[in-house]
């Protein structure tokens, strides 16, 4: 079941033991509940109070489109729609959007050099220009002066490999017509940075764990094992776990990672590999480690007992290589988006998809018990739909010496992987409406 509505009903509404007539009852409970919710819940959003921003607060900027609350008035008052309960924000198609992109290399210093395609000569920009429209509502384009009122006060971590980088860069330069994060980074590493908005006390951070768990970079003293990472599938990555408490929001993810030779651990044991080219170690599919991973990574989030926060999936982004894979001169040169009838997730993206998901599953039970909140940002049918997104080969310059010489795993800035940031802000007013709920719904229950 995709984690796209809302909480309420489920939990309960799954409930079959009791007896037809108390069934009834509680269905009569239910909603008289829901309609008095969705009769009180706009008085618990203050939403619509965004702070009247000065010019002086706006960066300056050549950017096409300044959104604005006045400009959008829509944005800003949750709209209770009875859509959003069924409708599936992640399914549906691309559509054109002539008002995007919402920055530009010019106005955003936050853009990676590898994602700058303009930069490098990309010389299309149509795949710049589509929103994205799920079939059964709509997707507010994102508003960043909302979205920074929604998490004042609060931190969000972005947990994996480049391609959470990537997200984690397009958010700042989505929020950049409103403000610029100042750099508090406690270390030189570019691998963990520290973002803080000052005006809103909003913190934003990145932690480099491709693989969730702890892990070695290739040995170079043994040249028989050249190459290979080491992964203990069963270990925590203390480089992220042992910061969960400080967040309110963390995003996990990972997949491209677990394609690369590896030697697999468990309890400092040696169980198996993926690509080791050694007899005496069995060699598994990629899908093997990855599963691990996630649960431990799962159990490393569970295992701490004071972290009330809400932790997101951010499901596997589809590569696009077209006619080779990745070292064998694969590219993705397409222009625009593919319609969903054109295109099935299918071999290792579906594989990687469906591991996750399966992992996830498992979480989602055990967070029941635990009080867990676990969510799906699901964006890989979406980005299925984007073999047109991605650098490419205008991430470097044309004479450059790089190892993805043709990169069709990132995205180009400004480009698709900005509308994260609409589910984004989506589920984070998900999750606003359903903390007003339970208190509600506890305030209820007690009288
Ligand atoms: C931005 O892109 C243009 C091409 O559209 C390029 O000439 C320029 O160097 C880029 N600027 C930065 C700061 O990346
Ligand atoms: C800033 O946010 C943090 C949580 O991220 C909170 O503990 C702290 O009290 C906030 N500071 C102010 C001045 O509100
Ligand atoms: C595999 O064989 C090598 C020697 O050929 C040995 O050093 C290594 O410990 C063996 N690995 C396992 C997992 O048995």
């Not at 994205?132 to 006060?153: A, G």
């Not at 596997?316 to 006619?323: K, L, M």
């Not at 049918?381 to 991430?395: A, C, E, V, Y």
Request: net charge neutral.
């Amino acid at each position: 079941m995709k984690q796209t509505g809302l909480g309420f009903g489920s939990p309960h509404g799954k409930n079959t033991q009791g007896t037809t007539h108390r069934s009834t009852s509680k269905t009569l409970l239910l909603i008289t509940l829901t309609l008095i919710i969705l009769t009180v819940i706009p008085l618990y959003f203050p939403f619509n109070k965004f702070p009247s921003l000065s010019s002086s607060n706006h960066p300056s900027s050549t950017s096409p489109d300044t959104i604005s609350p006045a400009n959008h008035p829509h944005d800003q008052l949750i709209t209770i729609d009875d859509n959003h309960h069924k409708c599936d924000v992640f399914s549906g198609e691309w559509v054109p959007n002539p008002n995007a992109p919402y920055y530009h290399n010019t106005t955003c210093w936050a853009i990676h050099e590898h994602q700058n395609c303009q930069k490098y000569g990309r010389p299309d920009s149509d795949y710049m220009k589509w929103k994205w429209k799920p079939d059964e509502c709509d997707l507010p384009v994102f508003n960043p002066y909302q979205f920074l009122e929604i998490v004042r006060d609060k931190a969000l971590a972005f947990v994996g490999d480049s391609v959470g980088r990537n997200q984690m860069q397009s958010l700042i330069c989505m929020l950049s017509r409103v403000e610029y994060p100042i750099d508090v980074s406690t270390t030189k590493d570019e691998n963990f940075k520290r973002w803080y908005y000052e005006s809103y006390n909003f913190t934003l951070a990145t932690y480099w764990s491709p693989f969730l768990v702890k892990f070695k970079e290739p040995s170079t003293d043994d040249p028989t094992l050249a190459g290979i990472f080491s992964l203990y599938l069963d270990e925590f990555d203390n480089a992220w776990t042992n910061h969960i408490d400080d967040f309110n929001y963390l995003i996990i993810n990972g997949g491209h990672w677990f394609s690369r030779p590896s030697l697999y651990y468990e309890k400092g044991q040696i169980i198996g590999c993926k690509y080791c080219q050694k007899d005496n170690i069995t060699d598994y599919p990629m899908t093997f480690g990855y599963h691990k991973a996630f649960r431990t990574a799962y159990k490393a989030i569970m295992s701490r007992k004071n972290f009330k926060g809400v932790v997101m999936l951010r499901t596997f982004a589809p590569t696009h290589f077209e006619g080779g894979d990745w070292n064998k001169g694969g590219d993705c040169p397409r222009k625009k988006p593919f319609k969903s009838n054109e295109i099935r997730l299918e071999g290792s993206n579906l594989e990687m998809y469906l591991s996750q998901m399966e992992e996830f599953k498992w979480a989602e039970k055990k967070a029941k018990d635990n009080g867990l909140k676990l969510r799906l940002l699901d964006i890989t049918q979406p980005m299925l739909l984007r073999p047109d997104g991605h650098p490419s080969k205008f991430g470097h310059w044309p004479n450059e010496n790089v190892a993805l010489y043709n990169d069709c795993v990132h995205w180009c800035l400004p480009g698709p992987i900005d509308t994260w940031s609409d589910f984004l802000l989506h589920m984070l007013k998900m999750e606003g409406r359903r903390s007003a709920e339970g208190k509600l719904y506890s305030k209820l229950i007690k009288v």
